[in-house]
Every structure is written in C-alpha cells, then in structure tokens.
C-alpha cells in the first residue's frame, strides 16, 4: 500500500492526509470541485496529487469523506471504478440537532454504502469517532473500526497503524450502526458535558 485516495476536501480529508502524507504515503484528493481539490494537494505537500471525480481512484484504499448525504450518491456515481478497492467510510448520519440519527435501527450509513458498492470493493467503517483536531501531528488517538471482510480490516489496520495511531477492531459491519452512535455520543458531549471537541473516545486497560 503505497497510495490512498481521500474523496472529500474538507477537514477531515485535510487531516487523515496530512497522517498520510507524514506516513509516507501518496495522497491522491479527489473532489467534485477541481479547485479545491488541486488546494488540497498543494497545502498537503510533496506525494499529494489530485484525480479525477468519477474516474477510477489510483489507491487501493478510497477514503469516503464526504457529507453523509452525498456518500451512497458517490458511491453509486463511481460504479465499479471502484472494482478491487477498500472503501473506508466516516461519515456520521447525524439529524440536524443532533438528537438522534438519520439511518433506520438496525442499518447504517456503511452498510448502506456497501449494499451500493461494487462486491469486490469491502467497505471498513473507521475514523468517525475522531474529530479532526485529535489527528494532528503529535497525537495518537485510538481509531475503532468495523467491518465484514477480513482481508479489508487487516489493510486498514495496517494503514491506521501507519499512521501512527491505534486501530482498534470492533467487529462486523453491523457494528457500524454503533460507532455511527458513539459520535452522536461525542457531539452531545462536545456540547454538553466537556464544552469542546478536545477530547477523543479511548479504551484504557484497567491495571
């Protein structure tokens, strides 16, 4: 694994590259805006490039960071460009206020995405218990993660792991539904019971 694509320019795309990037990895950003993607790039430095919307993504791990809207949209718009790749899903299906999410009981945007997704493109749901600012340099956040094919999880691990945080597996796809509810847990204590987003979700060993 030499190169990821971040489909997505905003905060978090920004973030996970420059992990990347500081990993040694090449950084393909693709957006549906070329401008801002080519931004992107630039700002992220040497071994970042910008694709192609549509067009089959160089990486063999397409990160999906985009509004959760937009996701099966995309994924459904890319088709089999994404044939052989591991999608990794962020995005948060979180209503307007916060109070509860959009997806149905027993689904999830990530399985959603899947049921859209080429069979041979696996689809990990990762990164969406972490706000952007807990992955700036120096800093090493537990990253929980979920998903069905073995093969797919194991490459992620690794890439988290290459990023110099720890992955932490959480199970099945089905799990997905959960991690989507831990970070409507963690808006709501942004807002409430810490006052900031300073603050990450961790598994502590007792001693």
Do not use: C
Not at 99 to 117: C, F, H, N, R, Y
């Amino acid at each position: 694994m030499n190169t990821i694509s971040i489909i997505g320019v905003g905060n978090m795309a920004r973030a996970i590259g420059v992990r990347a990037i500081a990993g040694g990895l090449a950084v393909e950003v693709i957006g549906r805006d070329p401008a801002k993607a080519e931004a992107l790039a630039a700002a992220l430095g040497d071994g970042a490039t910008t694709g192609t919307f549509g067009a089959a993504p160089a990486g063999d791990i397409v990160i999906l960071a985009v509004l959760n809207a937009a996701a099966v949209p995309v994924v459904t718009r890319y088709g089999n460009a994404l044939a052989g790749k591991v999608i990794i899903d962020i995005t948060n299906p979180v209503n307007a206020d916060a109070t509860g999410l959009v997806t149905p009981d027993g689904t999830s945007t990530a399985q959603e995405i899947a049921k859209a997704a080429p069979a041979s493109a696996p689809v990990v749901k990762a990164f969406n218990t972490i706000f952007g600012q807990s992955l700036a340099p120096g800093r090493t956040p537990d990253v929980l993660f979920a998903g069905d094919d073995h093969q797919a999880k194991a490459r992620v691990s690794a890439f988290i792991d290459n990023l110099g945080l720890r992955p932490l597996d959480a199970g099945g796809l089905e799990m997905a539904h959960w991690l989507e509810g831990a970070a409507l847990l963690m808006i709501n204590l942004a807002r409430h019971g810490v006052g900031n987003i300073d603050f990450t979700l961790a598994v502590n060993p007792l001693a």
